[in-house]
């Protein structure tokens, strides 16, 4: 059902679009006007792609976007489903499958997330090393689609080193300043307890957020190589005086518009 599914996506925006790109993106909340920095060859809308669902939070648009960055083509997914919408696992990694199906080979995933690394402050970057699945399930649950991928996918290096090199060469160039940690995936959509936050520290965890690790579990099953970053939105509940709040996230991804957007440029053209 599933691959059926996805070859009549495939075969749609086929129908629009030659372009057969490496590299894919997913822009996160607040991240989406990175699209600004490209030459867009063709958009559309997911409401208008078989078998897409449209976005529903605010900072997410939703568009499926073939353009350039310099010489290197890209397709970007500009917004993305959660988990906590509502969606079943299917549904949020749905994209994710397709990009792999149009032929890229490298996957950019990026994020909102709550910091609680040392150090780390509102509007800093995290290079994701490797993360911890505390969604309380796996987008791979039911029965195995062979021509995705294998049953018991390896997750040794769900986080291409090359790529994670890349990363920190381009933001070296930049001068921007940047950490490097294991993101814990939880379901949302409440933020987290103080207590929750400390507990997520002692497992090793520097970053909390409520998507990638579906999208970066489905990339490895298909064999793509993963690169992620996480735009530190706010330190993690319980660490500022401040309460949490949806506003407070896509401002400060609004801040870091400019830093990110040049960090990606250059990181993609890198690829
Ligand atoms: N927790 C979980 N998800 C988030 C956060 C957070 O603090 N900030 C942005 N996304």
């Known amino acids: 059902m599933v691959f059926q599914k996805l070859t009549e ?21 607040g991240l989406g006007s990175f699209v600004k920095e490209l030459e867009v060859e063709q958009s559309i809308p997911y409401k208008d792609i078989p078998h897409f669902m449209p976005t529903t939070v605010e900072g997410h648009q939703g568009n499926l976007i073939f353009g350039k960055v310099g010489s290197q083509s890209v397709v970007i997914l500009q917004g993305r489903n959660h988990y906590y919408e509502g969606h079943s696992m ?12 149009l032929g890229i080979e490298s996957l950019v995933l990026t994020n909102s997330a709550g910091g609680f690394g040392e150090t780390m402050q509102a509007g800093d970057f995290m290079i994701i090393e490797d993360h911890i699945n505390l969604m309380g399930t796996n987008p791979l649950m039911g029965p195995n689609i062979k021509e995705l991928g294998p049953r018991f996918p390896d997750m040794t290096e ?29 379901s949302g959509p409440t933020y987290e307890t103080p207590a929750e936050v400390r507990y997520l520290k002692l497992v090793g965890g520097k970053a909390v957020g409520m998507s990638t690790v579906p999208e970066v579990i489905a990339a490895n099953h298909l064999g793509l190589r993963v690169a992620a970053l996480s735009c530190i939105t706010n330190l993690a509940a319980g660490l500022s005086r401040q309460k949490l709040s949806h506003q407070e996230v896509t401002d400060t991804a609004k801040k870091v518009e400019q830093q990110f957007s040049s960090f990606l440029k250059d990181f993609i053209q890198a690829i």
């Open 9 to 29: 996506t495939v075969k749609y925006i086929r129908s629009l679009s030659p372009a057969k790109p490496r590299v894919g993106v997913t822009l996160g909340s």
């Open 90 to 101: 299917e549904t949020v990694v749905f994209p994710t499958r397709t990009l792999a199906l």
């Open 158 to 186: 769900a986080y291409d080193k090359k790529l994670i090199e890349k990363m920190e060469l381009a933001f070296q160039k930049q001068n921007t300043r940047y950490h490097k940690g294991i993101y814990c995936g939880v």
